[in-house]
């Protein structure tokens, strides 16, 4: 097999992991365990002792319920929510800004406010600030708390504290994370990370994953060797940037992608000042499956190609459409040819 003839444009291709390369069902699983522990757990906002043996043996119809189907997660990934952590934190607040538990009364709000992620997080922390008196804006907190509880359940005890050197606010979780698989089979996979390796294509990662949630399977897989080793960005760089600078820079914001693409050491201060060397965008490809993805890609100038592997499938390309995908393919199988 080879690549397709118009990967021959670009020198540097950027992957997005989630709904990419890997699956993002063990993640989606987790934020919707995290609402529902944060609601019911009396060491958040609740009034019970979990079980979590039993919560865990619920997990798909407590998703079900959470996530209406799963429409919920696709109403906020169209409107450019990228990170689970933020998906959980966007979810909750809404359950407490509108008081109800009845999350189709959330979907249907969403549905007629139709924010920007960016508009939408600026939106749920003026008003939970409001009701509870306190900052619960991203990275505050309130956000840092729905981002360990949801650690806890894709980490597992274990690994948790391996992580993070402490013991879990409730113990007892095994991990999603030992459930991963690629999104297309391992030898296609490894193929193509070959293929494009040894075409002198510079592989880079901007995944909303943290550093060691995305390592971990891409060495199992045995394709992190093909990665460029300053070009391996994700939501660590993404956190350190914000602290360090005070803006929100998750995608759609571009920064992971030009981080990517100049590489991990290039100053941030320079890449949001925009000094770089604008020439390299036009021979970069962003492969992604999300609005955030497109969003980010297109801001930076960059050519993008949409797979339908993510959480719309098929349902998402008159969206990509829409927004002037340079290429829509139903998987990065499709780079392949014979």
């Not at 997005?16 to 995290?34: F, K, P």
């Not at 693409?261 to 925009?274: F, S």
Request: charged content about 25%.
């Amino acid at each position: 097999m080879k690549l397709k003839k118009f990967l021959d444009k670009y020198d540097t291709i950027i992957f997005d992991m989630d709904g990419v390369i890997t699956s993002e069902q063990n993640y989606w699983t987790c934020a919707a365990l995290t609402v529902y522990e944060f609601f019911h757990s009396r060491k958040y906002f609740g009034d019970e002792d979990i079980d979590i043996r039993k919560l865990a043996c619920r997990a798909a119809n407590i998703r079900n319920i959470v996530f209406c189907g799963d429409a919920l997660i696709e109403n906020l990934k169209k409107q450019g929510i990228n990170s689970n952590w933020d998906l959980a934190y966007v979810i909750i607040s809404l359950v407490i800004i509108n008081n109800t538990f009845d999350f189709n009364e959330i979907l249907r709000w969403l549905t007629e406010n139709t924010y920007s992620a960016m508009d939408l997080y600026d939106y749920v922390a003026s008003h939970l600030k409001t009701i509870k008196q306190t900052d619960c804006s991203r990275n505050s907190d309130f956000w840092y708390n729905i981002q360990s509880c949801f650690q806890e359940w894709f980490l597992g005890d274990e690994l948790f504290y391996e992580t993070y050197g402490r013991i879990p606010i409730e113990k007892g979780k095994n991990g999603l994370i030992h459930n991963e698989k690629p999104l297309i089979s391992h030898q296609k996979l490894t193929l193509l990370f070959q293929l494009l390796y040894n075409d002198g294509k510079r592989i880079c990662t901007g995944t909303g994953r943290p550093s060691e949630e995305i390592y971990h399977p891409l060495c199992e897989w045995g394709i992190f060797k093909y990665i460029a080793s300053d070009g391996f960005i994700n939501y660590s760089h993404v956190q350190k940037a914000e602290k360090n600078l005070g803006l929100n820079l998750t995608k759609p914001h571009p920064y992971m992608f030009l981080k990517a693409l100049y590489g991990e050491y290039y100053p941030d201060e320079n890449i949001l000042k925009g000094k770089y060397n604008k020439e390299k965008i036009g021979r970069t490809l962003i492969v992604g499956d999300a609005g955030a993805d497109i969003g980010a890609a297109h801001a930076m100038g960059a050519d993008f190609c949409a797979v339908l592997t993510g959480i719309s499938g098929e349902h998402i390309r008159p969206y990509f459409e829409q927004n002037r995908s340079e290429y829509i393919l139903n998987s990065v199988e499709d780079f392949l040819e014979r």
